[in-house]
């Protein structure tokens, strides 16, 4: 069993900065690829960002050169740093892990999810 605990979410203006955090415990952190996800009111979960176990991060179009994601494996943590929010940014972001090494982003093959934290741009 993993229990992911996120935080760093909150209300930003648009053109600011963000960074999430997701704290991983009950297993072995290192070797598990991470996703950051993000659902927004009346939409379908999308998948932002991912890193393998062995760090190679993969990046959505719609916030790639915004968007970073990054892990500390000495703090059981995975990042996301957001800069050049936008309006459209805003949504519930997720993270999760797929307990295995490779990455995908697709939503059903993550197994857990953190709780979530609110992402609000304001215009």
């Known amino acids: 069993q993993v229990q992911l605990v996120e935080s760093g979410g909150g209300l930003v203006q648009a053109g600011g900065s963000l960074r999430l955090s997701c704290a991983a415990s009950?297993?072995?952190?290192?070797?598990?690829?991470m996703g950051w996800f993000r659902q927004a009111p009346g939409k379908e979960r999308e998948f932002v960002a991912g890193i393998s176990g062995s760090g190679s991060t993969y990046d959505a179009d719609s916030v790639k050169g915004r968007f970073s994601i990054s892990r500390d494996n000495t703090k059981n943590t995975v990042y996301l740093q957001m800069s050049n929010l936008k309006p459209e940014d805003t949504a519930v972001y997720y993270c999760?892990?797929?307990?295995?090494?490779?990455?995908?982003?697709?939503?059903?093959?993550?197994?857990?999810w953190g709780q979530g934290t609110q992402v609000t741009v304001s215009s």
């Open positions: 999760a892990t797929r307990l295995y090494s490779t990455w995908s982003s697709a939503v059903w093959s993550y197994a857990y």
């Open positions: 009950g297993r072995t952190f290192s070797g598990y690829s």
